[in-house]
């Protein structure tokens, strides 16, 4: 016990503390306006040079900082939530590993150098979905690593690729990529960040994640394995503008904004509803990139990583305290018993509609008024818009069935907010999800931008985000009374709800044309014609040569009486020419 509690407090000590240092790092350049780059040769390849490097610069600091700030929070929250459990020293290790990997990923401008933390990423996330040994668990892992071996895959082409570049620091050819040179290359690293942050198709893996224990969920899904993609795209977002790549990946980016939150509003998974509007932020994140406002894209990844990372830990909470149950059916009522945890998650479920002066709301207002101001298609635009709506309407739905109402466990008198381990980080990140906006804005955008739009666009998203919030409060506490539509279009509401049968499709391509075909291959090819023209076909010809020589080698009176009849022959033969 004793180890487990040291071990515990000097991660989390070490992970504050590099987050501070972080963040005075990140204020330094700032002020200077400087960033180091340090690297050193590993070896040549031709007339290439395998060089590891490390970046320092305003972006990789601050999105430091922000990493290791959640990380060592969610360590201090897994003291509580983990407590008991026989394999938490392992667990601990997990996320160390993690968040190593994470910060490898950050301070690396090399392609070589950012694969190491790309697929340590993969890696230990499949170890920490399979955390709990069972059946979901190992599928759900099973799709994961799976969805981000295809990511795995592109960096690993793309790296071949910047051969020709003469070196693969891409900092220093990003500039030189512009319009459609080096498309395929483009390409390459545009999948690779699509599967990393679940863009359709592969947006299947991230909600099949919740199957990991909850601080990891909180940790994956605000600032680490599902911001590596967007984080990627960041650094190579001067090579995007003007490419073709960035309108396939607008449109891309709005579907999935559009198909998370339309299943968000169908979900009654406590973990699953906060997943869906991870993804569907993803999907914010992804189409301003492609609009070229990579510096908007950064400011709401760090005000997202604040808010999501305490939102999850409040359901971490509740399902702790409801004896495990996610079901928000079950829930009611949390408010009067967990005030704390309520006030919590209700501060973070406004952050994320963007509520005035809230953290989202400086991030999510400047990306819209940029979004209206942009000469996009009416498609894009219409989604970008009832995204906006779907998001507050699953928001106030989750607000009514889990804090509100009455209490449908009332046989679970223990209800409460009694842990300390659990409170503090949260108390912490609550801080964050109400001041750091006003605070990033001023330090990253110290001059104000200057947006001009019309009244009927300008009241465009508050009109759409108070059309959502009664559509999610009032329609919901309505159903008690009225005949439920959900049965009368039963179809419908199942596609609608099922993420446009992504998770089916991709289990199916996964089970059948991955490990069906690779069985195959296996079958037919290593087991078969591989084995029987190669390893057993060579041994076989060997053998039987061998024995022929053998038998040449033989000095019996048989073999040496036939020997000397065929040399008699061939040297009658040769008198008779």
């Known amino acids: ?190 999948l690779a960040a699509m599967t990393k942050s679940a863009q359709i198709p592969f947006s299947a893996w991230l909600p099949a994640a919740m199957a990991a224990p909850t601080p990891v969920s909180a940790l994956v899904h605000s600032s680490t394995l599902v911001t590596a993609g967007v984080y990627l795209l960041i650094r190579f977002s001067p090579a995007l503008n003007g490419s073709s790549v960035s309108s396939g990946l607008l449109v891309m980016s709005c579907l999935t904004m559009f198909m998370a939150g339309l299943g968000a509003n169908f979900e009654y998974d406590l973990k699953k509803i906060i997943a869906l509007s991870t993804l569907s932020q993803l999907g914010v994140m992804m189409s301003i990139l492609s609009l070229g406002a990579s510096d908007l894209a950064l400011f709401h990844l760090l005000t997202h990583a604040l808010f999501k990372a305490l939102l999850f830990m409040c359901a971490g909470v509740i399902i702790h305290n409801v004896k495990d149950y996610q079901d928000i059916r079950h829930m009611g009522g949390l408010s009067k018993m967990m005030p704390l945890t309520s006030m919590s998650m209700m501060l973070s479920n406004l952050a994320l509609c963007g509520m005035p002066f809230m953290a989202g709301f400086y991030s999510k207002d400047l990306i819209i008024e940029i979004v209206l101001m942009s000469n996009i298609n009416k498609v894009c635009f219409i989604l970008y818009v009832l995204s906006t709506g779907l998001t507050v309407c699953y928001t106030f739905r989750l607000i009514y069935y889990s804090l509100t109402g009455e209490n449908n466990l009332s046989s679970l008198s223990s209800v409460s907010d009694s842990s300390v381990l659990m409170n503090n980080p949260m108390i912490v990140l609550a801080g964050g999800a109400v001041v750091m906006g006003a605070g990033l804005s001023w330090v990253l955008f110290p001059e104000s931008y200057m947006i001009c739009l019309s009244m009927p666009l300008k009241m465009t998203t508050l009109g759409v985000s108070i059309i959502g919030g009664l559509i999610g409060y009032m329609l919901n506490m309505m159903n008690i009374n009225y005949a439920l539509l959900s049965v009368k279009n039963f179809n419908v509401v199942v596609f609608m709800g099922s993420m446009w049968f992504l998770p089916y499709l991709s289990g199916f391509m996964m089970s059948y044309y991955s490990l069906g075909v690779s069985k195959d291959f296996e079958k037919k090819l290593d087991k078969g014609w591989l084995e029987y023209l190669g390893g057993q076909g060579i041994y076989n010809v060997l053998m039987s040569g061998a024995v022929y020589i053998e038998v040449s080698q033989n000095k019996t009176l048989k073999v040496c009486l036939k020997l000397l009849v065929v040399w008699g022959l061939i040297i009658l033969f040769m008198l008779s020419c």
Do not use: Q
């Open 1 to 190: 016990m004793i180890s487990k509690v040291s071990m515990h407090l000097s991660s989390m000590l070490f992970l504050l503390l590099s987050s501070l240092v972080c963040g005075l790092g990140f204020l330094f350049s700032i002020s200077l306006n400087e960033s180091w780059l340090v690297e050193w040769e590993v070896g040549t390849l031709n007339s290439c040079c395998v060089v590891m490097s490390l970046i320092l610069d305003p972006i990789s600091l601050v999105f430091s900082s922000f990493v290791l700030l959640i990380s060592s929070m969610v360590l201090y929250y897994s003291g509580g939530y983990m407590e008991g459990d026989k394999s938490f020293n392992r667990f601990m290790y997990l996320v160390l590993a993690f968040v190593m990997s994470m910060m490898l990923l950050i301070i690396s401008p090399n392609l070589i150098s950012i694969l190491l933390g790309w697929d340590g990423l993969g890696l230990v996330s499949y170890a920490l979905v399979i955390y709990y040994k069972n059946e979901k668990s190992a599928n759900s892992g099973m799709l994961t690593v799976l969805s981000n071996r295809v990511g795995d895959v592109a960096i690993l082409l793309s790296i071949g690729l910047m051969i020709s570049l003469g070196g693969w620091n891409f900092l220093f050819y990003c500039s030189g990529m512009s319009d459609d040179n080096m498309l395929l290359l483009k390409s390459l690293v545009v």
